[in-house]
């Protein structure tokens, strides 16, 4: 559950009629909630839920096995991670999530991260394991960093928090709408 924007679930709701998926970990409301092992089934497809908290409570990695691919929210990205110092997060739960999950996966796996701030799309469990300046190091470090990053407050965060926990549209009060539109 994203603190720095308004989730665009609840318009795509409106737009189309789908469902809103969340773990069942973030306190969020959705059509349905979803944890580790549990299948989100689309068309002939199917995607595998793995739980990685750490940057949040309700992180997770979506595997969309029979491509070789996995979304990895905000618990990975490209060459980096997502902050731990708010919303729950934790820096030694993020380092075991990513090293006991994302990286158990096939090295080959290409890994999707909900954005990236330099452009980037797309990298691999075995480029990360490489080249991730921080996930590289070892568990003392990384919480050494995580811990350090000294970032700003998000500007978002006390509109995007209430209106992300109803995934942007239950019961939204007025006041909170101004992102949706």
């Given at each position: 559950?994203?603190?720095?924007?308004?989730?665009?679930?609840?318009?795509?709701?409106?737009?189309?009629?789908?469902?809103?998926?969340?773990?069942?970990?973030?306190?969020?409301?959705a059509d349905?909630?979803?944890?580790?092992?549990?299948?989100?089934?689309?068309?002939?497809?199917?995607?595998?839920?793995?739980?990685?908290?750490?940057?949040?409570?309700?992180?997770?990695?979506?595997?969309?096995?029979?491509?070789?691919?996995?979304?990895?929210?905000?618990?990975?990205?490209?060459?980096?991670?997502?902050?731990?110092?708010?919303?729950?997060?934790?820096?030694?739960?993020?380092?075991?999530?990513?090293?006991?999950?994302?990286?158990?996966?096939?090295?080959?796996?290409?890994?999707?991260?909900?954005?990236?701030?330099?452009?980037?799309?797309?990298?691999?469990?075995?480029?990360?394991?490489?080249?991730?300046?921080?996930?590289?190091?070892?568990?003392?470090?990384?919480?050494h960093i995580?811990?350090?990053?000294?970032?700003?407050?998000?500007?978002?965060?006390?509109?995007?928090?209430?209106?992300?926990?109803?995934?942007?549209?239950?019961?939204?009060?007025?006041?909170?709408?101004?992102?949706?539109?």
């Open positions: 559950m994203h603190a720095d924007h308004i989730t665009g679930s609840g318009h795509l709701k409106r737009l189309s009629g789908c469902k809103s998926i969340i773990s069942k970990h973030s306190g969020a409301e349905i909630l979803v944890t580790e092992g549990d299948y989100i089934d689309f068309g002939n497809h199917k995607l595998r839920v793995l739980n990685t908290p750490g940057h949040t409570n309700g992180c997770c990695t979506f595997c969309f096995e029979e491509h070789g691919m996995a979304f990895t929210g905000d618990a990975l990205l490209i060459r980096g991670c997502g902050r731990t110092d708010f919303q729950e997060g934790d820096a030694a739960t993020l380092y075991n999530s990513v090293h006991q999950k994302i990286f158990a996966l096939p090295d080959q796996t290409l890994l999707y991260p909900a954005h990236d701030y330099n452009g980037l799309t797309v990298t691999t469990v075995d480029e990360e394991k490489r080249l991730n300046p921080r996930l590289t190091k070892s568990l003392h470090d990384f919480v995580m811990d350090n990053l000294k970032l700003g407050y998000p500007k978002q965060i006390d509109k995007a928090l209430p209106a992300n926990k109803v995934c942007g549209l239950y019961n939204l009060p007025e006041e909170l709408k101004d992102g949706l539109s």
